[in-house]
């Protein structure tokens, strides 16, 4: 009688078997690449699967992505409209100042300053005597510079001129200890004088009264009183103001708009008042040996 179940391979023969076997598709793969075919099907076959594992992770990574992006948009549009909206309110204030400004000259029948009435110079010398604020300038009476003629820069007056030389002129800062200025102030037109107190920083006001409505921060301007400097134009700000009752007069500290201690260039004008004109030819070096070359 035979068994209902017959007996196969024992477990060794079948290992042996499968390792001749695996020894076999090695080497056929290796040398003859016979294998290829099949881990192409056996990839293409598991792409979905794979596809399938990753696809909930990437649709919330999406979703986040899209969230994230249009909540931005949304923020830089908001400050966008905010940035316009001042822009247009700083234009309309613009035209608004122009138009005053225009009706303004019309009334008072005064004109545009006129650019062929100033002329640009350089620095080429500053005073070595820590008591005398001077430069001198690469301009001189070949260009029309005259003694008392205003001198700015970018930002306010600078000083004036003192003496002049053929191919150079000598300037007093606003902040020598002997030079002294008539301001005006320009939130209420109150008067002053301030003179240099030696300090490239600081300027003093004189003689002004404890009752006096000046202010800190109130900026002060050229008054046009003295034929010198024309109206105006800044020149400083007011930084300190000591009342002392002990005092006879206020103390009032201000500061120079202009960058005294770093002018490189100067701005010359001829106001309309002055006789001299400006004259653009440029000098020629023979006359940098002139007077006024170098401070004493």
Request: aromatic share 6%.
């Amino acid at each position: 009688m035979k068994s209902l179940f017959e007996r196969g391979p024992t477990l060794l023969t079948r290992l042996v078997m499968a390792l001749i076997c695996a020894a076999t598709l090695m080497f056929l793969d290796h040398r003859l690449n016979t294998m290829q075919p099949v881990r192409s099907f056996l990839s293409t076959v598991v792409a979905p699967v794979q596809y399938l594992a990753v696809l909930p992770q990437e649709v919330i990574d999406r979703l986040v992505y899209l969230s994230t992006t249009r909540t931005t948009l949304r923020e830089e549009n908001v400050q966008l409209k905010q940035q316009l909206q001042e822009l247009e309110m700083a234009v309309q204030r613009l035209n608004f100042l122009e138009n005053e400004n225009d009706r303004l000259r019309q009334l008072l029948g005064s004109d545009v300053r006129q650019e062929s009435r100033r002329m640009a110079a350089e620095v080429v010398s500053v005073a070595t005597d820590p008591f005398s604020h001077q430069v001198v300038i690469n301009k001189g009476s070949a260009n029309g510079v005259y003694e008392g003629q205003p001198v700015l820069d970018n930002r306010g007056i600078v000083g004036q001129i003192i003496s002049v030389g053929r191919g150079t002129a000598r300037v007093l800062l606003i902040s020598d200890q002997s030079h002294a200025i008539s301001l005006r102030a320009e939130r209420n037109d109150i008067r002053v004088l301030a003179r240099g107190t030696g300090d490239l920083q600081q300027l003093e006001l004189m003689y002004i009264p404890h009752s006096s409505e000046l202010e800190v921060g109130d900026k002060l301007v050229s008054s046009g009183l003295g034929g010198v400097f024309p109206e105006g134009y800044p020149v400083a700000e007011i930084t300190s103001l000591n009342r002392d009752e002990r005092l006879q007069y206020a103390r009032v500290l201000a500061r120079p708009y202009a960058q005294l201690d770093r002018i490189r260039t100067v701005l010359l004008l001829w106001p309309s008042s002055a006789t001299e004109t400006p004259v653009y030819d440029e000098v020629k070096s023979s006359s940098a040996g002139e007077e006024n070359t170098n401070v004493d």
